[in-house]
């Protein structure tokens, strides 16, 4: 696995919204300084919703857009879905909790799947673009810095798995918002799940 490309944005109005997204990213040439909130100089404007420690880096696989580009009958550009990274010969449906990539310096872990809304339909030009996005069950990867450090397009990547029992994408994006059964939710809090996810279940019956 290598970085195929990392992306950047400045904040963007929509065409028909009053506000500004960081959501329309284009890939960078040369290194960027990753640290615990992200790339150095990428734009987030919602920071209720994005970014935080555990969004720092939003990550796309490579075999993962290879199939929204049949699926949506163009070719696909780096950062269309907004994403900071893409991984070559990376499929998201693979990647689980807790899991690790590795890149000089620079580690991230997994926190959580992507879950679509109103702006990334908006920046689709498709009003229902979420469902679809959610029916693909092929959601994007949002991960903590744990180590922070410089990368650029063509550096290796090491995939790392979880040791633990697995919380994959696909099953998290399913059950986002859903009650768990107690067996899911000691299986959930004992992966490193993103902050706001945790606190969700800790609170649960």
């Given at each position: ?105 620079l580690i991230l ?6 879950m679509p809304c ?88």
């Amino acid at each position: 696995m290598k970085i195929l490309a990392l992306c950047t944005g400045n904040p963007e109005r929509l065409p028909g919204k009053s506000y500004k997204t960081g959501i329309f990213k284009h890939a960078v040439n040369g290194a960027v300084m990753i640290d615990a909130e992200g790339l150095v100089g990428d734009a987030i404007c919602n920071r209720k919703h994005h970014g935080g420690v555990d969004q720092a880096v939003y990550v796309e696989g490579s075999l993962t857009l290879d199939w929204w580009s049949k699926e949506l009958g163009q070719p696909y550009e780096p950062g269309t879905f907004g994403e900071n990274m893409v991984i070559s010969d990376l499929d998201n449906r693979d990647v689980s909790v807790g899991d690790r990539f590795v890149t000089g310096d620079l580690i991230l872990e997994v926190t959580s799947s992507r879950m679509p809304c109103a702006t990334f339909a908006a920046r689709m030009a498709d009003p229902k673009f979420v469902k679809r996005y959610t029916d693909a069950a092929r959601p994007g990867l949002y991960c903590r810095v744990t180590r922070g450090g410089v990368a650029e397009a063509g550096m290796p990547v090491e995939h790392q798995p979880f040791s633990g029992e697995k919380v994959m994408m696909p099953e998290l994006m399913e059950t986002f918002g859903r009650r768990l059964s107690e067996m899911d939710r000691a299986r959930y809090l004992a992966a490193p799940i993103h902050h706001k996810l945790r606190a969700i279940l800790e609170v649960s019956p």
